[in-house]
T-cell receptor
């Protein structure tokens, strides 16, 4: 798997957009970028994924750079319930791969 | 079921005892993963099952750890002669073999070895 690097922590004011960066400079052509989040005491939850085009769903938007070496997860209007650890991983779409989750970014949404 | 189910949700055991942790994946998901998360740490891969293929056990930290998956569905992670450093949250995830949405995680089992 391509490794990812994320800042260990970020703060965001409630109601503002939270922009969480992720670097994945060794990503392969068939690898997708996935984002998960883990709210305290729960298992990680899928948020969004993408290959090369920007993606949006009801939870977030994913912006992937043209060279695919980095991406940004955007929570457009952060709420206190968005306080969590956010993980960025890369993996191919099919077949087995042993995926490692790093320590992610701890996002603290501030009232 | 609708999600990945893990039991028990909490387990306190004495040092030296054996424990069994159970994972019931989403019906139809052929891939099953076990991860461990120590306090304040990321997710550490333990073992992976895929259909009838030999499991990838490369993440198991010692021979006290073992896992099996019966009938391609329910999985049990067994820790023998537990040690205090085994205290962690043990997470199970499942996925479709070719699923692009990735994993669905259970809520985990919090193991405390006293």
């Amino acid at each position: 798997d391509a490794k990812t690097t994320q800042p260990p922590s970020m703060d965001c004011a409630e109601g503002r957009a939270a922009n969480l960066p992720c670097n994945h400079s060794t990503i392969s052509g068939n690898e997708y970028v996935y984002w998960y989040r883990q709210i305290h005491s729960q298992g990680p939850q899928y948020i969004i994924h993408g290959l090369k085009n920007n993606e949006t769903n009801e939870m977030a938007s994913l912006i992937i750079t043209e060279d695919r070496k980095s991406s940004t997860l955007i929570l457009p209007h952060a709420t206190l319930r968005d306080t969590a650890v956010y993980y960025c991983i890369v993996r191919a779409s099919g077949g087995y791969q042993k995926v490692t989750f790093g320590t992610g970014t701890k996002l603290q949404v501030i009232p | 079921g609708a999600g990945v189910s893990q039991s028990p949700s909490n387990k306190v055991t004495e040092k030296g005892k054996d424990v069994e942790l159970r994972c019931d994946p989403i019906s139809g998901h052929t891939a099953l993963y076990w991860y461990r998360q120590s306090l304040g740490q990321g997710l550490e891969f333990l073992i992976y099952f895929q259909g009838n293929s030999a499991p990838d056990k490369s993440g198991l930290p010692s021979d006290r750890f073992s896992a099996e998956r019966t009938g391609g569905s329910v999985s049990t992670l067994t820790i023998q002669r537990t040690q205090q450093e085994d205290s962690a949250v043990y997470l199970c995830a499942s996925s479709l073999e070719a699923g692009v949405r990735g994993y669905t995680f259970g809520s985990g089992t919090r193991l405390t070895v006293v």
